[in-house]
Nanobody
Framework: QGQLMESGGGSVQAGGSLRLSCATIGHTFNSYTCMSWFRQARGKEREGLAVLYAGNTDGKYVDSVRGRFNISLDHAKRTLYLDMKRLEPEDTAMYYC???????????????????GGQGTLVTVSE
């Protein structure tokens, strides 16, 4: 299936913005049914944030990030993005991208348990 590699994390102040990138390396890019971002804060469970189904340009979002985060895909660069704005300290977490080839797998995206995930990139938001 290849690999996913996230980048773009860092430390920002509350109210700031970041763009996360997820490069697909050696990945059968067109075989995915969905691509997604999830996060995991220390001591908390995984939280799916956004998902983009193949053939769609409009993502789906959980309530906590809707209107602040935007998921997009650059087919030419084989890269998934998560644009985050108005960041809050509660957004501090390790962020991961993930893909799944099955619709059943994709439909569980809010749990952050898709088939293939990357190593993550850390986002820290300070007051």
């Amino acid at each position: 299936q290849g690999q996913l590699m996230e980048s773009g994390g860092g430390s920002v102040q509350a109210g700031g913005s970041l763009r996360l990138s997820c490069a697909t390396i050696g990945h059968t890019f067109n075989s995915y049914t969905c691509m997604s971002w999830f996060r995991q804060a220390r001591g908390k469970e995984r939280e799916g944030l956004a998902v983009l189904y193949a053939g769609n340009t409009d993502g789906k979002y959980v309530d906590s990030v809707r209107g602040r985060f935007n998921i997009s895909l650059d087919h030419a660069k084989r890269t998934l993005y998560l644009d985050m704005k108005r960041l809050e300290p509660e957004d501090t977490a390790m962020y991961y991208c993930a893909t799944d080839r099955s619709l059943a797998g994709c439909n569980g995206w809010t749990r952050g348990n898709l088939e293939l995930g990357g190593q993550g990139t850390l986002v820290t938001v300070s007051e």
